[in-house]
């Protein structure tokens, strides 16, 4: 079993900056491939970047490529998304989870998820 909290988020004008954490419990986290994903009033869940169990791979949507950067650093149990450049059409609740398996662009192949963050960009 696998608890997220996602961290981060806020209200931001066009072009700014923000850092999205998601904090995992549990001893096993490297095991687990993780994504980014967000979902914005009226729209489908939408992936946005995802990574390997070992950080080695990462993997963007193109509306997101350039812009935003996965990582993460397994000794704090802890997946982020550096988020620049950002744009009106970046708003949206963000989430992250996580799948036992390689990394993944769908969303029902992840196991486990956080409850979301709130990104605002104004313009």
């Known amino acids: 079993q696998v608890q997220l909290v996602e961290s981060g988020g806020g209200l931001v004008q066009a072009g700014g900056s923000l850092r999205l954490a998601c904090a995992a419990s549990?001893?096993?986290?490297?095991?687990?491939?993780m994504g980014w994903f967000r979902q914005a009033p009226g729209k489908e869940r939408e992936f946005v970047a995802t990574?390997?169990?070992?950080?080695?791979?990462?993997y963007y949507a193109d509306s997101v490529k350039g812009r935003f950067t996965i990582s993460r650093d397994n000794a704090k149990n802890t997946v982020y998304l550096q988020m620049n450049s950002l744009k009106p059409e970046d708003t949206a609740v963000y989430y992250c989870?996580?799948?036992?398996?390689?990394?993944?662009?769908?969303?029902?192949?992840?196991?486990?998820w956080g409850q979301g963050t709130q990104v605002t960009v104004s313009s």
């Open positions: 989870a996580a799948r036992g398996g390689g990394y993944s662009d769908y969303w029902p192949a992840y196991d486990y």
């Open positions: 990574i390997t169990s070992i950080g080695g791979w990462t």
């Open positions: 549990g001893r096993t986290f490297s095991r687990y491939a």
